[in-house]
Nanobody, 124 residues
C-alpha cells in the first residue's frame, strides 16, 4: 500500500527557511511524478511545485520560482521542497502527492496518493 509522509514543517519567522521532505513507501519514486501542494484556511488548494520521475524536469509556480526549489533523491525515495525567504502568506498545510507518470503533472486532481500534510506557519 502506497504511503507518503511529509515532515519538516513548523513555525518560522518571516524571512526564514524550511525544507520539507516527503518520504514514500509502497511505491517507487522512479515511476512516479510527485507534487507539492498547499492549502491555507478558507482557500483552495494550490499547486506549488512538481517533479517528474527522473528528477530532470521540474515545475515551480511562477510566483515562487525565486524562493522555492523541488528536488528528489530516488535512492531515499524522498522528495524535498526547499523554501526560502518565507512570508506570512506561505502559511498553510503542505501536502505531497504521487501518481504513476513519466512527465510533469501540475493538476492535483490527477494524483492518486496523498500524504497527511505538514503545517507551515510563518509568523513573528
Amino acid at each position: 500500500q502506497a504511503q507518503l509522509v511529509e515532515s519538516g514543517g513548523g513555525l518560522v519567522q518571516p524571512g526564514g527557511s524550511l525544507r520539507l521532505a516527503c518520504v514514500a513507501s509502497g511505491i517507487s519514486l522512479d515511476d512516479n511524478a510527485i507534487g507539492w501542494f498547499r492549502q491555507a484556511p478558507g482557500k483552495e488548494r494550490e499547486t506549488i511545485a512538481t517533479i517528474d520521475w527522473s528528477g530532470d524536469q521540474t515545475f515551480v509556480h511562477y510566483s515562487k520560482k525565486d524562493r522555492f526549489t523541488i528536488s528528489k533523491d530516488n535512492a531515499k525515495n524522498t522528495v524535498y521542497l526547499q523554501m526560502r525567504r518565507l512570508e506570512p502568506e506561505d502559511t498553510a498545510v503542505y501536502y505531497c502527492a504521487a501518481m504513476e507518470a513519466s512527465g510533469l503533472v501540475t493538476d492535483g486532481r490527477r494524483y492518486d496518493y496523498w500524504g497527511q500534510g505538514t503545517q507551515v506557519t510563518v509568523s513573528s
